[in-house]
């Protein structure tokens, strides 16, 4: 039998009684999410994208939550999650017992949480500068696609577009091959990749590649 979220829940959410069911983590950016206990087998998590999101818990894993893409992984100590936001990313956050509200904090998966002057590039958490384009800066005798890389977490998608259906998520380090180059967005190129078996699209700004090439965040390390 399933343990029930309450079970689960009784080291994660220990302490008072006015906090037993209610903890907040810190994230990347000053950013933070609070989680509150709704129901026997439910979450509240926020603010994810301005909002708060009711997240069901999973049958066969007591420690994930999901509705839709939309997702939080608890570690087994709890004192650790993994947010997954579509067209977004995921995001790894920490319990601190100092974080005991929100303070400003934007959220994830906000439009624009870096501040002036800067910008979120496309299905990650990074902040970069307004008139940056890493991932466009010439590459002297670059080689030849195919060749090997890494997917750092995100979509892979039918086609070239964050509108484009998705095929799957992958995880941070999932092993890919990249094809051929399929446009650009953001001063970053789509990629035509392979995983599993399976042919799909990504966008650069989330892989790293085997060798230096340009249109992609970086080269593995």
Same mark, same amino acid.
């Given at each position: 039998?399933? =343990?029930?979220l309450a079970a689960v829940l009784v080291?994660?959410?220990? +302490?008072?009684? !006015?906090? !037993?069911?209610?903890?907040?983590?810190?994230?990347?950016?000053?950013?933070?999410?609070?989680?509150? @206990?709704?129901?026997? *087998?439910?979450?509240?998590?926020?603010?994810?994208?301005? +909002?708060?999101?009711?997240?069901?818990?999973?049958?066969? *894993?007591?420690?994930? $939550?999901?509705?839709?893409?939309?997702? @939080?992984?608890?570690?087994?100590?709890?004192?650790?999650?993994?947010?997954?936001?579509?067209?977004?990313?995921?995001? =790894?956050? /920490?319990?601190?017992?100092? @974080?005991?509200?929100?303070?400003?904090?934007?959220?994830? &998966?906000?439009?624009?949480?870096?501040?002036? +002057?800067?910008?979120?590039?496309?299905?990650?958490?990074?902040? @970069?500068? *307004?008139?940056?384009?890493? +991932?466009?800066?010439?590459? !002297? *005798?670059?080689? !030849?696609?195919?060749?090997?890389?890494? /997917?750092?977490?995100?979509?892979?998608?039918?086609?070239?577009?964050? /509108?484009?259906?998705?095929?799957?998520?992958?995880?941070? =380090?999932?092993?890919?091959?990249?094809?051929?180059?399929? &446009?650009?967005?953001?001063?970053?190129?789509?990629?035509?990749?392979? $995983?599993?078996?399976?042919?799909?699209?990504?966008?650069?700004?989330?892989?790293?590649?085997?060798?230096?090439?340009?249109?992609?965040?970086?080269?593995?390390?």
């Amino acid at each position: 039998m399933l =343990k029930t979220l309450a079970a689960v829940l009784v080291l994660m959410f220990s +302490g008072s009684f !006015a906090s !037993a069911q209610t903890r907040t983590y810190s994230c990347a950016k000053g950013n933070a999410i609070t989680l509150t @206990v709704i129901a026997p *087998n439910a979450i509240k998590a926020g603010p994810i994208e301005g +909002g708060t999101m009711r997240l069901k818990q999973e049958a066969g *894993n007591p420690l994930r $939550f999901s509705d839709g893409d939309y997702a @939080v992984q608890i570690s087994p100590d709890q004192s650790r999650i993994t947010v997954e936001i579509p067209d977004w990313g995921s995001a =790894k956050c /920490s319990f601190r017992p100092e @974080v005991v509200a929100q303070d400003g904090r934007s959220g994830l &998966g906000n439009a624009g949480p870096c501040g002036p +002057g800067f910008h979120q590039a496309p299905q990650t958490d990074r902040c @970069v500068p *307004n008139d940056a384009h890493p +991932g466009r800066r010439p590459i !002297a *005798n670059q080689p !030849a696609l195919p060749m090997a890389g890494m /997917s750092l977490g995100g979509i892979m998608r039918t086609e070239p577009s964050m /509108s484009a259906p998705k095929l799957a998520s992958l995880t941070e =380090k999932s092993g890919i091959t990249l094809l051929e180059r399929a &446009g650009s967005m953001d001063g970053y190129d789509w990629f035509k990749i392979e $995983f599993h078996g399976r042919i799909g699209y990504q966008w650069g700004g989330i892989m790293c590649s085997a060798e230096a090439i340009s249109g992609i965040y970086q080269r593995c390390e």
